[in-house]
């Protein structure tokens, strides 16, 4: 079967990839972020610390394994790390900051593959993780502290 699949940007096809369906033969997971919603996009805490509940959705029609990974584990505690999301399921993601004074702009990134068969999340992510075909979606934590001053990071 040849592959072939049109590129994002091209004006006919750009409305179906931004929905997150495949082109005919296409094998690549290039569609995955289109599918899955993060809602919100962003987390503010006090420096006593606190809990944020986020929403993450699953709109395609494939399972998708989800892994977080966080920019600073120390302060920061997410619930599930590793889960599966079933086709048009949603998942509670929860994000809790421990008490720091610290100051300072992090970021979670939920990494997404596809979850072929019954296999689970963790399995779908042992298999080479550098070398994976995923797809990454950002969620913006930062501490609001009146009396701290920190230099703006720029959000990619």
Request: charge should be positive; charged fraction near 20%.
């Amino acid at each position: 079967m040849e592959y072939l699949m049109k590129s994002a940007r091209s004006g006919k096809n750009s409305s179906r990839y931004e929905r997150g369906e495949r082109q005919p033969g296409c094998t690549c997971c290039c569609h995955i972020a289109a599918a899955v919603t993060v809602m919100p996009r962003s987390a503010t805490f006090t420096p006593q610390g606190g809990l944020s509940t986020h929403t993450l959705m699953n709109t395609s029609e494939t399972r998708i394994a989800v892994k977080i990974t966080c920019s600073d584990n120390t302060l920061y505690r997410v619930t599930p790390v590793y889960a599966t999301v079933e086709p048009g399921q949603s998942l509670p993601l929860h994000i809790a900051r421990v008490k720091n004074d610290l100051c300072k702009k992090d970021r979670l990134c939920v990494n997404m593959v596809e979850a072929e068969g019954s296999k689970e999340a963790r399995e779908a992510f042992k298999v080479n993780f550098f070398y994976l075909r995923k797809q990454l979606v950002y969620i913006f934590l930062e501490m609001h502290n009146p009396t701290c001053h920190h230099k703006s990071v720029s959000r990619m």
